[in-house]
C-alpha cells in the first residue's frame, strides 16, 4: 500500500490481484449524519412542546375540560405547596411583582394556574389573590378531563 499525493488530497492506493492498482478518496460521507441529525431534531420538535412544565403536579379532574392552546405564564402550587412561576421556584409574597413585569402586554394577561389536588384551599386562595393584586383578572384553572375509569 503506497500513499500519492494528487491535487492537494491523499490518496491510498491499493493493488488489487490482478497486478492493477486502485486508488480509493478517503472523504467521509456525511449523508448517514445528516439523517440521524434530522430524526433528532424531529423528534425533540415533537416531544418539547409535551414537556411544557417539568413540575409534576396531579391537577383535579373535572368534567369539561379545555386544551391549551397558546403558550401562556402558568403558576404552579406542587403537592408542598411550593409556589412556581413558570418553572422557577418564586415566593408567593413576591409574586405580584413578578407577575407585573411578566405580564406587560396584553397576551401575556392571562394567567394558567396549576395546583396540585392535594393543596389545601387556604394555600390556592393566597396564590389566587397573590395573581389578582397583579392586576391580572383572566386566570384559568388547568385540569384533566375525567377519564372512564376514574368515574366508577
Known sequence: MTCRVAKGRYRVAFTARNGSTQTALSDINITPLVDVVLVLLVIFMITAPVLQSGIEVAVPQTKTVKQITEQRTVVTIDSQQRVYLDDKPVNVN???????????????????VRADQRVPFGA????????KQAGITNISIVTQPITSHNSQ
Open 94 to 112: 413576591d409574586l405580584p411583582a413578578m407577575l407585573q413585569r411578566t405580564a406587560r402586554s396584553e397576551a401575556n394577561r392571562v394567567i394558567y
Open 124 to 131: 390556592f386562595a393566597s396564590v389566587m389573590d397573590a395573581v
